[in-house]
């Protein structure tokens, strides 16, 4: 995908050996139930300030993907999370080589409803226990970007738009402070996406919408945005609309994403 013209966009897949390791736990977002998805809940400081979006299947003895799936159909609990078992580095999750394959293909979590921690304001909802023991199977790095508090920012709101078939989200670019971290279910319309074009996922721009966190979508909300599309027997890309549709909030945070050097200690 070409950046829209006159953004500066930072790069994904940038090159993750600058700052040396990112050794920590990394917790974790969980959507979708038809195919899983895991994004990285990002912070400024290291070793938090990447963020990461994979395609996942969850392995294990106690089938903690059947089990997971079935408690979001059932309760209609829109926050999961995972936190891993032991800490390891993030930039092994970086794709590397013509086939993007990340160096760490898998890792053990524990999955719960709700957030793994105690934020009692911003994330209210009772933890409960999932799977204690799975085995997290990294099948698709589908967005890894090392994150910096001075780096380039973005004029217009824009999303990474992933999934396949008919369940696909949008996830807030992140760029510098203060940012937030979003992601929705989401509908589409005016251009037809492959599960291929979508393994990478798709850039969404939303002209003439700045991007501050009070112009973030809202849910219900209808908006036109635009999108780089490889153009039909041509070695060219060109931008079309894309209708949007929003649908259910599945996760938002500022306060891991606020300005560092105006937070408290």
Known sequence: MDNMPGMDMPSPDQDTKAEGPAVGPHG????????????????????????????????????????????????????????????????ELAPSGPQRLPSRSSFRATIWRNHFESHPVTH?????????????HVENVVYFQELHPRGPGLQDLEYLLF????????????????????????QVGNHQFTDE????????????????????????????????????GQDASGSVDLTVGAGIELYFETEDLADPNNMSM
Not at 35 to 63: A, C, K
């Open 28 to 91: 974790m977002l969980i959507v979708g139930e038809e195919t899983i998805y895991v994004s990285q809940l990002p912070m400024w400081m290291r070793p938090h300030n990447f963020q990461v979006v994979l395609e996942v299947t969850f392995m294990g003895h106690d089938q903690p993907q059947a089990r997971y799936v079935d408690d979001r159909k059932t309760t209609g609990t829109r926050l999961y999370t995972l936190n891993p078992r032991e800490k390891w580095d993030i930039r």
């Open 124 to 136: 209210p909802g009772q933890r409960f226990m999932i799977a204690q023991d799975a085995e997290v």
């Open 163 to 186: 999934g396949k078939g008919a369940e696909l989200f949008l996830a807030h670019v992140i760029t510098q402070p203060p940012d937030f971290d979003q992601v929705l279910s989401v």
């Open 197 to 232: 074009d979508l393994l990478q996922g798709v850039r969404v721009v939303f002209p003439r919408r700045v991007n501050t966190i009070s112009n973030k979508i809202k849910e219900g909300e209808q908006l036109l945005g635009k999108v780089q599309v490889q153009v039909v």
